[in-house]
């Protein structure tokens, strides 16, 4: 590898937020699912804090997104709330302030010289639509889906050119379905796979409605995002690939493949249909999936996926599950986060720029998110009051050499969007580990760049380092 690592012309120096996890719930008529949570279960989320005020976003957002602009960054992912701009789920009739809330946000965004990249559900479905419908289980709130995203496309494609239908749907379906850490916490593969169908579906159909609009024709891109875990066998012997393998078409290629083929994974649907889990599905709406693919890709990566073969004991009483298939393999002397409990290996970010490349049609794709979440970082203050994180420009560097090799070899990336810009809430685990280049203080809703945010922008200004 060289020892200067200049970047393609244009690339992305951005970071990502989401909505529910950065504005707080002002002015919000609707309930999340997570919302909903913390108001029925709040001891489950680390230190009680909830979504309710988050960072402040709702209210700070000119200060916040000059700050972005001020560390350089050219580019700004976050999400629009169905709860906060849809007034009626059923007829999609718009909430005032939620539609003045966006509008601001992304003229103050455009003003500040960052692109903004905005997704459509990021963990957030409408509590309402679960207890009616039960949520993503439903082919109505796949339809629910599509006229939100109809409406967010008329208000805002004029000035938005890259849109996103979900990020990280496999996390919905384990955390919501298999391993309970999304409210309701459920244990139900069949369901689960279910789901699936019908995430893959919601997206393809709004991919539709956007093309159908003419959104396409003004220049603007649709896509996904993926939180891809590449699976490593523990060794080369056929149980244990095979098991990789099958680990790899469960949680990344259940939706890398629809989403840029056209079509689930042959032996997916193979071991579903054996298995007696198999999706409801028409034959129209295959043809949706197949039709409507998406234009852009982004990338989530945080951390691979080990696997050995089943060697522990299958738990029956949960029914069927995923994991009957494969064991999470410790590899011993994996580097961890210990803060995230997360594997950090940056030669990933390579593995998957060249099966983009190869298995993909190189596909044009970005890094949509990677980071590293810290605890106790007042511990790094220095005498100036700024955090010394050198742990994550560190961490930073590490993973852009693995992703320049394989722009080198030729995958088609457009960028390198970390999370987060500014700490942000993190679900259950709310403010325990913090990501951004720019501090919060939780009390007082001050905001301090950090030593990786003047980093940052040192990067952005060479378009490389
Ligand atoms: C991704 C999500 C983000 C974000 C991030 C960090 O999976 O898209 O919403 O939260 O992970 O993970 P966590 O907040 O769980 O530490």
Known sequence: MSEKY??????????????????????????????????IEPEVFWGKVGPNIASNFYNSYKEDLAMLKDIGLNSFRTSIQWTRLIKDFETAELDEDGVRFYNDLIDECIKNGMTPVIVLHHFDLPIELYDKYGGWESKHVVDLFVKFAERAFQLFSDRVKHWITFNEPIVVIEGQYLYQFHYPKLVDGKKAVQVMFNLNLASSKAIKV???????????????????????????????????????DFFNNSFLDPAIKGSFPKNLIKVFQEDGVMFEFTKEEMEIIENNTIDILGVNYYQPRRIKVKESKYDESKGWMPDKY????????????????????????????????????????????????????????????????????????????YLYKGIEEGSNCFGYHTWTPIDCWSWMNAYKNRYGYIALDLETQKKTIKKSGQWIKEVSKNNGF
């Not at 244009?10 to 504005?23: L, V």
């Not at 593995?351 to 998110?369: G, R, V």
């Not at 961490?395 to 852009?400: G, I």
Request: a negative charge; aromatic letters at 16%; proline letters at 5%.
């Open 6 to 39: 200049i970047f393609p012309e244009n690339f992305w120096w951005g970071s990502a937020t989401s909505g529910p996890q950065s504005e707080g719930r002002f002015n919000k008529k609707h309930k999340s699912v997570f919302d909903h949570w913390f108001d």
């Open 210 to 248: 956007f093309r159908e609009m003419g959104c396409d024709k003004e220049g603007a891109k649709i896509g996904i995002v993926l939180n891809l875990t590449p699976s490593y066998p523990r060794s080369e012997n056929d149980e244990d690939v095979k098991a990789a393998k099958f680990a790899d």
């Open 326 to 401: 494969f064991d999470n393999y410790e590899m011993p002397g994996r580097r961890m986060n210990p803060y995230r409990g997360w594997e950090i290996y940056p030669e990933s970010i390579y593995d998957i720029a060249i099966n983009i490349k190869d298995n993909y049609n190189n596909i044009p794709w970005y890094i949509s998110e990677n980071g590293m979440g810290v605890e106790g970082e007042e511990k790094y203050i220095n005498a100036d009051g700024i955090v010394e994180d050198n742990y994550r420009i560190e961490f930073f560097q590490e993973h852009l050499k």
